[in-house]
């Protein structure tokens, strides 16, 4: 079995998403000791954000007329759908940056749409695999708080990752990761500590579901 995972993270130390994504990780490895794990740092090494202009033009350009920036763009999407085509399981943590989705991410997503593998119309390498969705938020966005509808990524990223690429997903959110740093939140002190624990609990139940599940066909 292998774990193909994808941290979006700007940082490396610190990271919330980063230690939501351990646990996972932790319990997926605990039933596959020893199991191949290839990771892929978007955050810290991200995607060029030329590339997906460069596989796009690429795609309308004879392979003999194309530019060395083109064949670079090519060869890099189809090394990151090699990455998810290989993998038996998929992690991805990624952190909700200004209500939005994270720049890194979102590049990452495009390049790979425009591998034929990937492309609108195809059947995904990935359908069927079984995976995770870990995402964090600074604040509080669920229904009736004053900032309702302010997520504008896990939507997204689901209709990404269940309807277009086709996984078995399962999705853990922490919220009010801000607490303890804006002292605006420090109210909400003890119900941060609640989500806090309650988004660790369900990493870990998602990372033992994920391990359990078997290969895609």
């Known amino acids: 079995m292998t774990l193909f995972r994808l941290d979006?993270?700007?940082?490396?130390?610190?990271?919330?998403?980063r230690a939501l994504g351990?646990?996972?990780?932790?319990?997926?490895?605990?039933?596959?000791?020893?199991?191949?794990?290839?990771?892929?740092?978007?955050?810290?090494?991200?995607?060029p954000a030329d590339s997906w202009a460069?596989?796009?033009?690429?795609?309308?350009?004879?392979?003999?007329?194309?530019?060395?920036?083109?064949?670079?763009?090519v060869a890099l999407a189809a090394e990151l759908t090699d990455e998810l085509a290989g993998a038996d399981a998929l992690l991805f943590a990624v952190p909700l940056y200004?209500?939005?989705?994270?720049?890194?991410?979102?590049?990452?997503?495009?390049?790979?749409?425009?591998?034929?593998?990937m492309?609108?119309?195809a059947v995904p390498a990935t359908v069927g695999k079984p995976a995770v969705l870990v995402t964090v938020q600074g604040g509080n966005y669920s229904a009736g708080t004053p900032r309702e509808g302010w997520d504008h990524a896990t939507a997204w990223m689901r209709?990404?990752?269940e309807d277009v690429w086709q996984?078995?997903?399962?999705?853990?959110?922490?919220?009010?990761?801000l607490v303890g740093v804006n002292p605006a939140l420090d109210q909400f002190?003890?119900?941060?500590?609640?989500?806090?624990?309650?988004?660790?609990?369900?990493?870990?139940?998602?990372?033992?579901t994920l391990a359990a599940m078997p290969k895609a066909a």
């Open 119 to 121: 492309a609108p119309g």
């Open 189 to 208: 002190t003890e119900l941060a500590d609640e989500l806090r624990v309650r988004a660790e609990e369900q990493a870990a139940q998602h990372g033992r």
């Open 22 to 47: 351990d646990i996972v990780e932790t319990e997926w490895s605990a039933v596959h000791a020893g199991a191949e794990v290839t990771r892929r740092h978007v955050g810290t090494d991200p995607v």
């Open 167 to 177: 996984l078995d997903l399962e999705v853990v959110t922490r919220e009010f990761t």
């Open 98 to 117: 200004n209500f939005g989705v994270s720049q890194h991410f979102k590049s990452y997503v495009d390049l790979v749409l425009t591998d034929p593998r």
């Open 159 to 161: 209709r990404i990752l």
């Open 8 to 17: 979006a993270s700007i940082r490396t130390e610190g990271s919330t998403s």
């Open 54 to 73: 460069d596989a796009v033009a690429a795609s309308a350009t004879p392979e003999s007329e194309r530019t060395a920036a083109q064949v670079a763009a």
